[in-house]
């Protein structure tokens, strides 16, 4: 066994049960990408069995800290019998599910999601490269999922020094030899879905927001919203969900063409009429700023951006990012209103998001009532040794009477 060996004092991470050995913190050893590695303090003792990667600054992933275990196909089929096991016990209602969330779940760089009779898997480190084949194996004999669909094209993996793979990587056997198409229907409180394994964002879909859509028709019926924007909308999980919860117009704004025809099939597809939502391929920038110019208000609004700052070191620049387009909402959302807003930015934490949204209600004069914080569903788990698993955050604000708010002209 290859043994790495961390300089004096930077094993506190990992005596702390944290994944992550980063370059700098290495004093010596090395080892082919994705191999098994002994990782060791400076005075030789044991720390963890972890995966290697010579080409990312995440430079060891800890597979186990436990010194009598042993890295082999057994040691896969326990983790994710005991990730899948979780998500059945904690009932959730849908066809569409997070089996395996990286870290969390003690597979780091792992992520799988299964809709309906597909499961869609991203291997995005040096590790779980070494090991897919055994890992697929164990995922198909644990779930009973006859389909698996290999998502491995995030920029992620180029900093593993690992290419893009897309494609089936389990599929059975068929008498007439065809392949399964890899469009899927998921059905979720609110509303059914449709995606694509082959083409969607991450997996197919965002799950992760999955509670969220269920939350927004709740407050959407409780509060009387009818005027709904959705900003970032993707293929409209949220505007269905505000049909869902009687709002009679709704606007979706995104960038991609495709994902906004998909969003308006969602529509039709849940009984909706189609004249109840417009769909907007523009800049949600520049159409927020064209809003206000023209004078139209909604009643509820919804910002789920992509990710604005990757890492720590974007922080500046995105919290403008998020603060500009939160000052730009906040004056179109009608007093009494209901703004949804997200981050999913693992640079920006969630007291910094809190203090960029308050800033940018500052700038556009109004105040608003905190109805509570919003995160990842239950089946993207945080542990307590990981808070880097803790990407998605966002607020569930209504607004206040601006009358008693001074305007700051912009």
Not at 54 to 63: D, E, F, L, N
Not at 383 to 392: A, D, K, R, S, W
């Amino acid at each position: 066994m290859k043994v790495i060996t961390l300089r004096e004092g930077k094993e506190r991470s990992m005596l702390r049960r944290h994944p992550w050995i980063f370059q700098g913190s290495v004093a010596k050893g090395s080892a082919d990408p994705g191999e098994t590695v002994r990782v060791q303090d400076a005075a030789g003792r044991f720390l963890a069995w972890a995966a290697y990667s010579p080409s990312s600054q995440i430079r060891v992933r800890a597979w186990s800290f436990d010194e009598a275990e042993r890295i082999d196909a057994e040691f896969f089929q326990r983790k994710v019998e005991a990730a899948v096991q979780l998500r059945r016990r904690l009932g959730i209602d849908s066809n569409g599910i997070r089996l395996i969330h990286g870290e969390a779940d003690g597979l780091p760089g792992l992520i799988v999601d299964q809709y309906d009779d597909v499961l869609s898997a991203q291997f995005l480190s040096a590790g779980t490269e070494r090991w897919k084949d055994v890992i697929a194996d164990a995922l198909i004999a644990t779930t009973g999922c006859p389909y698996l669909y290999e998502r491995s094209d995030s920029g992620v993996r180029n900093l593993e020094g690992l290419p893009a793979v897309t494609g089936w990587l389990r599929h059975p056997d068929t008498a007439a030899g065809r392949r399964r198409a890899t469009d899927v229907v998921t059905h979720e409180t609110g509303g059914t879905l449709t995606l694509a394994v082959a083409e969607g964002h991450k997996t197919g879909y965002y799950l992760d927001q999955r509670d969220n859509r269920g939350l927004f028709a709740k407050l959407v019926r409780q509060l009387g919203c009818k005027t709904v924007l959705n900003c970032y909308s993707y293929t409209g999980g949220f505007s269905v969900a505000a049909l869902e919860g009687g709002a009679t117009d709704v606007t979706s704004v995104d960038s991609s063409g495709p994902a906004l025809a998909r969003a308006s099939a969602h529509v039709t597809l849940n009984g909706y009429e189609a004249s109840a939502h417009t769909a907007l391929d523009a800049d949600v920038n520049g159409t927020l700023r064209r809003f206000i110019k023209e004078g139209r208000t909604f009643d509820a609004i919804v910002l789920d951006p992509p990710k604005f700052a990757p890492s720590a070191a974007h922080a500046d620049r995105a919290s403008r990012a998020y603060k500009d387009i939160n000052r730009l909402a906040f004056r179109l959302l009608n007093p009494g209103g209901l703004l949804l807003t997200f981050s999913c930015s693992g640079g920006i934490g969630g007291e910094l998001f809190h203090k960029i949204v308050a800033g940018a209600g500052m700038d556009a004069g109004i105040d608003g009532y905190l109805l509570r914080r919003l995160e990842a569903t239950s089946d993207h788990p945080t542990t307590l040794t990981f808070p880097e698993g803790e990407y998605l955050k966002g607020l569930a604000i209504i607004r206040k009477d601006s009358s008693e708010c001074r305007k700051i002209q912009n």
